[in-house]
Structures are given as C-alpha cells and as structure tokens.
C-alpha cells in the first residue's frame, strides 16, 4: 500500500502532481480533517475545489477523514479545545516566556486518524503502508523527527527528488494548478507574526475567532489558577498586538515559518 499524507499545502500537493504524472508511486492520498472549524478555510476549499477533482481526473485516491470518537460522532479539534468545562490544552499554545507547550493535536487529529484507515485497510506491523510526506529540500530538519509507527514506513519522495518548496510551486504552476496557501489549523500558534498580520488584515472574523479562542482558553487558565497562554511568542493576546492602528509593527520580525516537527502539519 502506497500512501500519500497529504496536508493540503504546497510539498503534498506537489506530490499530488507527481503522482499524477507518472514521477512517484502513489494512487491513494489521505488528509486527516482536524475539522471544517479548524483547518484554515481556504485550504479545505483548495483541496475540495482542486485537489479532489484533479485527483480524481487522473485515477488517484484523495480522501478526507474526519476524527471520529468511540461511539461513532467525530470530533474537531476546535470542538476539543472549546468543549464546555474541558480542561484539554492539546494545541501549542505559548508561555509567558514564548516557548511552546506540548501539544497532542497532530498526533490525535492527524497521526492516530491516517494510521486507523491504513490499518481498517490492511496496514500491518508484518505488512506495512509506505507513507509519503511532503517535506521539501529546504525543510529537511522536520524529516525523521518523530517516530514511526509499525503499520508504516515513511518516505520522502521530494528530498528523494532534490526538490526544494520553489520546485514544488512551479510545478504545480506548471501544471496548470492554482498554488495552494499554506496549509494549517487557523489558530495554530505556530504561526509566524507575518501570519497574524496578514490574517487580522485580510481575513479579519477568522482573526477574531483566533482572538476569541485565546480568551476561551486563558478565562479558563484563571479558574484553573493557572498562568495565561498565547497564541504568539510574544507573551501579548493577538488582539493587542495586531491592532488596527499599528498594522506593521511586527512584519519581517520572523522570516521563519512555524515549525510543526512531526511532519504533519503544513505540507
Ligand atoms: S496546524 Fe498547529 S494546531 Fe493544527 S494540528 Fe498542526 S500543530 Fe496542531
């Protein structure tokens, strides 16, 4: 079984055209839905409106899978962080002090839901699914970072193919394709300052569910007695930093995309 993780992004979606084209040898690409409220919108609507279709056209698999909970009902990691009296804190989130916190998002929303279907669909420690990650040349730290499960074998076919994120942008062009934005959970604090800026600016009712999500989680730090969380490194809540009146206070402060180490997040 030959599978792509496809996040929806650039690398993945090059993938995709490769695929497509003969180059890699993959028919099935699996996008772990970390949910409709969640997934940044123009993603999901990329992948509905082109991935698929496109997909489809050339004989390729691209399926959409939602996580789903023991009784069947499926689950959004925004529903998760918002749930009334929950005390899970599975994304990112900052400390005072900018470092990230540990987080159980990738690993539930993405990881653990791929593996369910490659093992519904045969996938074994005896038998396992060669699964491709789109992590481009320019990228390779994030390769190799996490450990991998027995029903699986990861690859990366575009540090194979030498290709870095601008090969994968013109291929893409090439093929006559729109080039994807950047794939990532709307409020992912891994998000560069340049993200933010660009969000409060272009996509401002996104920005403020951002907003409202920070103060969800740090009204419910207070009860808990705990320190506040951000969803920047700044120690600031988004909606004081990225005001209106001070619309390029922090752009080319952080050239540097967010880094999700898994490999699972922003391909
Ligand atoms: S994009 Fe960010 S918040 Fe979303 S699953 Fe990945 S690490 Fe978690």
């Given at each position: 079984?030959?599978?792509?993780?496809y996040?929806?992004?650039?690398?993945?979606?090059?993938?995709?055209?490769?695929?497509?084209?003969g180059?890699?040898?993959?028919?099935?690409?699996?996008?772990?839905?970390?949910?409709?409220?969640?997934?940044?919108?123009?993603?999901l609507?990329?992948?509905?409106?082109?991935a698929m279709?496109?997909?489809?056209?050339?004989?390729?698999?691209?399926?959409?899978?939602?996580?789903?909970?023991?009784?069947g009902?499926?689950?959004?990691?925004?529903?998760r962080?918002?749930?009334?009296?929950?005390?899970s804190?599975?994304?990112?989130?900052?400390?005072?002090?900018?470092a990230?916190g540990?987080?159980?998002?990738?690993?539930?929303?993405?990881?653990?839901?791929?593996?369910?279907?490659?093992?519904?669909?045969?996938a074994?420690a005896?038998?396992p699914?060669?699964?491709g990650?789109?992590?481009?040349?320019?990228?390779i730290?994030?390769?190799?970072?996490r450990?991998?499960?027995?029903?699986?074998?990861?690859?990366?076919?575009?540090?194979?193919?030498?290709?870095?994120?601008?090969?994968?942008?013109?291929?893409?062009?090439?093929?006559?394709?729109?080039?994807?934005?950047?794939?990532?959970?709307?409020?992912?604090?891994?998000?560069?300052?340049?993200?933010?800026?660009?969000?409060?600016?272009?996509?401002p009712?996104?920005f403020?569910?951002?907003?409202?999500?920070?103060?969800t989680?740090?009204e419910?730090r207070v009860?808990?007695?705990?320190?506040?969380?951000f969803?920047?490194?700044f120690g600031?809540?988004?909606?004081?930093?990225?005001?209106?009146?001070?619309?390029?206070?922090?752009s080319?402060?952080?050239?540097?995309?967010?880094?999700?180490?898994?490999g699972?997040?922003?391909?």
């Amino acid at each position: 079984m030959n599978v792509v993780s496809y996040g929806g992004g650039v690398q993945s979606t090059a993938l995709l055209v490769l695929a497509a084209r003969g180059r890699i040898d993959f028919d099935t690409f699996l996008m772990a839905n970390v949910g409709d409220d969640s997934e940044h919108p123009s993603t999901l609507r990329y992948v509905r409106e082109i991935a698929m279709p496109y997909a489809a056209a050339n004989g390729i698999a691209l399926h959409l899978l939602d996580r789903t909970r023991r009784d069947g009902s499926p689950e959004t990691l925004w529903g998760r962080l918002t749930r009334e009296g929950s005390r899970s804190l599975p994304i990112p989130v900052r400390m005072s002090n900018g470092a990230p916190g540990t987080r159980s998002c990738t690993a539930d929303f993405k990881i653990k839901v791929t593996g369910k279907w490659l093992k519904a669909h045969g996938a074994s420690a005896t038998s396992p699914a060669t699964l491709g990650i789109g992590i481009s040349v320019d990228e390779i730290q994030r390769a190799n970072s996490r450990r991998q499960e027995a029903h699986e074998r990861i690859v990366y076919p575009l540090l194979d193919l030498r290709m870095r994120r601008d090969d994968c942008v013109r291929l893409i062009a090439d093929e006559g394709l729109p080039v994807p934005p950047k794939s990532s959970c709307f409020f992912c604090p891994f998000h560069r300052p340049g993200t933010w800026l660009d969000m409060a600016r272009d996509e401002p009712s996104l920005f403020a569910r951002a907003c409202e999500l920070e103060d969800t989680l740090n009204e419910r730090r207070v009860m808990l007695g705990k320190d506040p969380v951000f969803l920047t490194r700044f120690g600031t809540p988004l909606r004081r930093l990225f005001r209106d009146d001070q619309p390029t206070l922090f752009s080319g402060v952080d050239d540097v995309d967010g880094q999700c180490d898994s490999g699972w997040c922003f391909t």
